[in-house]
């Protein structure tokens, strides 16, 4: 106290710091401030937004730099010279006019002055975007390679050793758990087997499959394992949604088996900057505030409860975190779950509260809420609206403790232009935008809409009941404004709008403020004497729980996300922000405009504005005829089919990447604008092809999901995968239905015709049980012979494609000869070796060969000799695949590349289909002697996989 006495008497007694009192002229140049701060923070982020588009510098550009393309290095590298110069001559141009528009008070010049302010300040946020692109782009380091490699490598721990159990998708935890721990390492070296040492820039991850490491932040280590460099994404979603390659990022992986592979660097010249020892000491304060945060409370890893609470205070990944922030974003309360402003807020009144107390200077109190306010930048996850937040208020406190006028606006700008100068390439960022357009809503739209909603509010009978009336009206307008301002951004960024968003923030948000007035204090409490932390583990365990089971009402809420269209598709991205621009300056005139014509045209300017994105959708384009997509997900099954105004799905997994639902799969469809998906068919019951489908069910919706007679045998387990699948998505309303062969079902314009499994059958192994399915494409003309056809065949191994061949199903077309023809064909069981299935790609005869593998199963590539002729497509090789097949029957193949993002369109062979329309033949067979090759199956011969191809008989 008596620090605190002597620190109030000295704050006192210093006026000095108030600002002496300032001319006439003076107090019009400081006028000018917030106009010339906004003009250059909109032209900073226009230069910094628009570089990729107006310059050729891209978000693709920087790929294919970080990929080691020195072309495109050095055509960003041109532009920042004359950008600079040119953005000096303009902003000569701009001051002269706002010195001599100043000196003569003419407002035209000072307009015309800020214009040019604006344009010089885009032209230097396009010289800063380029110059960061050069900077990122540095090529790989020789030792990383796509392949696995063991190497040594020496560097510097940044963060803690962090635990990952289960990835994000519902069903991961059937998989088991992988006890792993992450970390990364920076100022790289690495040690050849003679000892050489070379020098590496970046940033590594590293991943131990083992016990706790006992490693220390800061300390040098020397690492030995299998080194592996990342790769672009092989989806085209999945490479829209990833954010530019940076320093910050790793650049490879490596994977160490145990602890005692890693060992304390003693022979290293490269020791830890104080920067990389402040990364240390943030990395070890935030695990101390993690155990002060979850002390007390039900131990369990992976618990959502514990991720979200974690994620809510801390912010960062936590293991499960990244289910609960799918739910969270489906149900439009992301913002809840991001550290951002709120948190500061609470932070900075908590803080207020506690100087208030010790305190009586104001500047005293506002010297406390700063020391918070970059505690707490430092420490929580660096969010883009974080540092908004964080940026405001210490230029808020600072601008406070001078005794300066406050000007929002100014604030704001001057809060971006920090932004955008440290990382232009956050102009970009939906986190940034949303953020920034949020505010201005709170402050422009946030009182006029109170005063719309209640107008007579200050004619309330009570003083209690007009406080309460007050209150409720400032939540809801201040939640409508936010949301109101940020709709532009949410339709063009994610092509949805919650409808509920605003009604469950109003719930949430008052929960969540409780949270964290618990939380951090108990957090920072905890940091220093964790046993009086303790005891508020439970209440803050509870009030979590009460939080997400809110969350999990609002999932079975009807139309949980109104679909909508990104006008980006289909307008380009200056269209959109015309259509941006037009929705705000409505927004304004309706909340804020003073004559009634003003307001009813803003209204009429809103709805004409509403109906861009959702004309789409009441009126969508012509859908693709018939498209079948094959997603890269390593050691898998994923196809997303569309077939005219229908959606279906074959299969749904991947045994490589426990969070396929939300990376790859559920982007992947929301960015086809599919909507809820009509039909989704599971071929066997392996975890590694419907892993992601409950995930697809809770956040878009499946009509019908078609098994076999064996999955619901499978699914009658309690505690099992297929369980657990069937029991989730009938709770969201979906229909199961049984297949056999012999039926069929009907997806847009094509035939979906089951050749496998028969009625009753129960297969020794789960992968002979699986569908059998040939998709036959319609004709334009009603009831015309279909013209493509495309032969799915999941896991099948040798048994059940010895029973494919010697009855393919009679009964299932009438018309077709051999209903095992077929254009393009799915390669069986991912593309394992089986001697039988050259024999099938004979029987098939396809033009385009379908296959998703992982590397490791496609580096002993047998089946090249059986390919001849055909155009072949493996995801691990190519990425993504495309098939498209239009009414006239054209067949093409693309497939994505990753380097460009962009969809190729591949060479379709044509020797193999003339062939089959001269001779009814296939090209394999046309150069051979005539021969018929034919399977005789017996069940009782093939009871070992190794005796089932002893059942090719020639004749």
Known sequence: MRVASLTREWWEKHEWLAPPERSESARFCASLCPIATIAVATGLWCGCALAGIDFGIGLTDVRACVLGSEAIRAGASVWILPLNYAALVVLIGAFVLVIVGSVESRRRRLLVGATLLAIAAALFGASLRAREIVSNCRAPPSMATTETALVRIEGTLLDVPQHRLTGSDALSHFYGERDRWTSRIDSLTSVADDGACV?????????????APLWKPGERYSFLGRLRMRVPPANEAECLASPPRSLHHAWGSMSIEHSDLVKPAVTSDRAPSWLRKLMAWRSIARARLRESVLSGMPAGDGDPVRAMLVTLLLGGEEDGSRAVEQRYQVVGLSHILAVSGFNLVVLGAIAGWIARVCFRSTRTQLIVVLIVMLAALCLLAPTASAMRAASMSVIGVVGGLARRDWNSGAILAAAAILALVAAPSTALDPGFQLSFAAVLGLRFLATPLRARIFPALDTQPTHILRFTV?????????????????????IIRFGTVAPYAVFETLVCTPLATVIMVIGYPKAMLGSLLPVLSAPLGLPLYWLGSLQNALVELSLQLPHLGARTLSPIQYLGLPLCLIWAAAWMIALWFACRGTLRFQRRCAVIMLLLCTAVPVAPVCFPKMPPWFELRVLSIGDGTTMVIRSGDATALFDGGSLSTWSVAQRILVPELRLLNAGRVDAAFVSHPNLDHFSALLDVALYVGIGHLYVTEQFMVAAAHE????????????????EVVVLRAGDSVRVGNSLWNILAPDAGFVARNANDSSFVIRIDVDACEHGAAPTRSVLLMGDLETEGIARVLKSPAPNVIATAPNSLKADVFEIPHHGSWRPIVPSLVDAVDPLVVLQSTASRRFANDRYAPAMLDRSRGVTCRDGAMRVLIDARGTLELHTFDRTACMWITRRIDRRAETSRARTGRSSRQSRAPPREARYEYSPYRAAHAANACSLLRRE
């Open 199 to 211: 020098d590496v820039d970046g940033v590594c991850s590293v991943v131990m499959s083992s016990s």
């Open 719 to 734: 505690g099992e995968a297929p369980h657990a699948l069937i029991n989730g998505v009938r709770a969201t309303g979906t």
């Open 470 to 490: 007050l209150l409720i009206a400032t939540a809801l307008a201040t939640s409508l404004a936010a949301t109101l301002a940020t709709i532009p951004i949410v």
